[in-house]
């Protein structure tokens, strides 16, 4: 059989199949997986890109029934069931396709070079180096006008993602470049996060949210409700009417499923999401599965399942066992989601929890964010190194990983 | 007073100017310090690019004295007085030029991107992605022969960067990978180590060469001495008359100064390098101090002095020294250098050193390479993470950077 994707979800149903009487193999165009919870880090310079990454063979090196193939999938082939990958074609039994999601602009994938997204380590350090470039270039800028602009960071979108890059962004400024430059106060910079909606954080009890928005106000970042964003050019983002000049503007607003859905030849929603059936099969075909953000499916509140890792690791262990039910010959059973609740953190000491009716914030949320998050990652290398620079950075103030590198000073 | 370049000696030579009455402005390109001796680690996937590279301005945060500027220095003029910046020209009084080094492919430049060399992070995370890649298409490669030349690794040059390169691939093949992999027997890769001269290390004594080689070859690596490599074509190199089938080369056989030693007016050796003063300022300029791998000096023997990071820093500080000096109305003192020694490593448990006449090799030679080392790093958390991920390393025989990133796929 064939897993498409090295994600929550694909992994998951790997390990899952660990004793099962198959033959896996899991194809991904990247060689590592990644722990998309902590990108943020490493866009501002917290982490490095080795931190919250994993090489996927590397992971199921001991699990002989797994091959794993670097290799990027093209298209599927329901009905002669084999996947296209760039230089032949993989026959399946079983299919479970887990191929995620990337950024959706909202029909204008112009605004993708002005305004990047958070969902590879490519991504993360682009970010990275824009907003580091852009402390550089204010420091040797005479012009007030065009200062302000390099020190007026623009973040897109209310959720977890959005929050934690806006709160990032902000503490960058206050704390850990404070003391390095001559010519400027990086205090003084200025960070805008633009909601659309009418709350952060639509996912949490409101409480929760307009926590989230009191301490992200400490931080002095300034949040924009109600509006949309109608455009983005080189350096200007507006929204609603008006028009900020930012050097950096960051997009965490929208996302789309993998193209790969398409050539199911199923139904989608508007977001490219496939529409599943309840046990996670396509519709007409039992033996393929989709999980994960590229499936569409809703709880029994009739609420669409978030794209959040915990959904995709929860239907990857399913999909694996319905597939153990096909070849035993039983029937395939819904999906049920268990939700463990949900985090967000804003900084320092500073974050928001929705743990099944336990609500915390402040410190607390921030310690368990803290120690969930550290002991979710794949290693005990990973764990550790994560665990020291975390520690480092809460003592110094400091951020570990401040290097500008890449093709372009911008 | 302007210093040009944030390596080892520029860095020194600011830090040593903490106390004098001096206005300092330190320009560099990047807006990090990297420690090269161990960027052929973050090549094979030890470590990551921050763990070894510290910002310039957090080194000197403290120093209020020095202002530093990230930009590209693309000339100097010595009768006017500035330096020439993309954006404007810096006047200084006195000039501390400390620039470096890029690779030199003795006239043939096209073999630059056939065989990268290893002087910048970009550079080592390219030969990374480069050896990653090879195992992962050789796993799906069927043809025997194209198989075989994924699977080569030729490694040109015999100096310490070299023989620490050619090492480390061929620890990565036999230890590191060697159960990731369900269709190659990553132990079955070629490592060719090539060397025009007699024999490796030739800046160490005889015997400590003879070791070393010997201790690549127990690792497997096969070593050609006396031949040039006469010809790179893509996925080829042609040593002597012999042409080896190789998906990656590697370039670690010659430097060239930087450019910027042309715009002073002085006479330059073959390589590029400024035949300065013996304490180490320009002919006609005593204003002008060049030091580190831009600079051309010989010892009291009349060898030339190495492009080693030890003498740069001590450069550095002697060139520091002579600024106070003439602000002092005092003479410039010619510089002396101290020898401390020399170190390679070859891999687990084996190096060789040098130290003033004690020479070590094994494991004692390897020990004192990774105290010296780590020691020698910049700020305690680039010491800690450094020491921990060797430690990890030692223990499971693991490499904790295994990413493939980067746009191409090779």
Sequence with gaps: MVIVGGGFGGLRAAKALRDAPVQITLVDRRNHHLFQPLLYQVATAALSPADIAQPIRSVLRGQANVEVILGDVTAIDPVARHIVVDDGQ???????????????????????????G??????????????????????????????????????IGGG??????????????????????????????????????????????????????????????????????????????????????????????GVQASPLGQSLGVPLDRAGLVLINRDLSVPGHSEIFVIGDMASLHDSRGRPLPGVAQVAMQQGAWAAANVMRAIAGRGARPFRYRDLG????????????????????GFLAWLAW?????????????????????LWSYLTFGRGARLITGASPN
């Excluded at 039994?93 to 191929?99: K, R």
């Excluded at 979710?376 to 975390?390: C, K």
């Design 90 to 116: 993989i026959p399946y039994d079983f299919l479970i396709l887990a191929a995620g999601a990337s950024h959706a602009y909202f029909g204008h994938d112009e605004w993708g070079p002005l305004a990047p």
């Design 160 to 253: 977890p993602t959005g929050v934690e890059m806006a709160g990032a962004i902000a503490e960058i400024a206050r704390f850990s470049l404070a003391r390095d430059f001559r010519h400027i106060d990086t205090r003084d910079a200025t960070v805008i996060l633009v909601e659309a909606g009418e709350r952060l954080l639509s996912a949490f009890p409101e409480r929760l949210s307009r926590r989230a928005l009191a301490d992200l106000k400490r931080l002095g970042v300034e949040v924009r409700f109600g509006l949309p964003v109608t455009a983005i050019a080189p350096g200007q983002v507006s929204v609603g009417d008006e028009v900020i000049a930012a050097n950096t503007i960051v997009w965490a607003a």
């Design 342 to 361: 949900n985090m967000a953190t804003i900084g320092r000491n500073s974050a928001v929890a929705d743990l099944r009716g336990l609500r915390l914030t």
């Design 370 to 390: 803290a120690v969930v998050h550290m002991l979710s990652l794949i290693g005990f290398r990973n764990r550790m190194l994560v665990g020291l620079q975390w």
């Design 118 to 155: 958070l969902k590879t380590l490519e991504e993360a350090v682009a970010i990275r180096r824009r907003i580091l470039t852009s402390f550089e270039e204010a420091e040797r800028q005479r012009d007030p006008t065009r200062r302000k602009a390099l020190m007026t960071f623009v973040v």
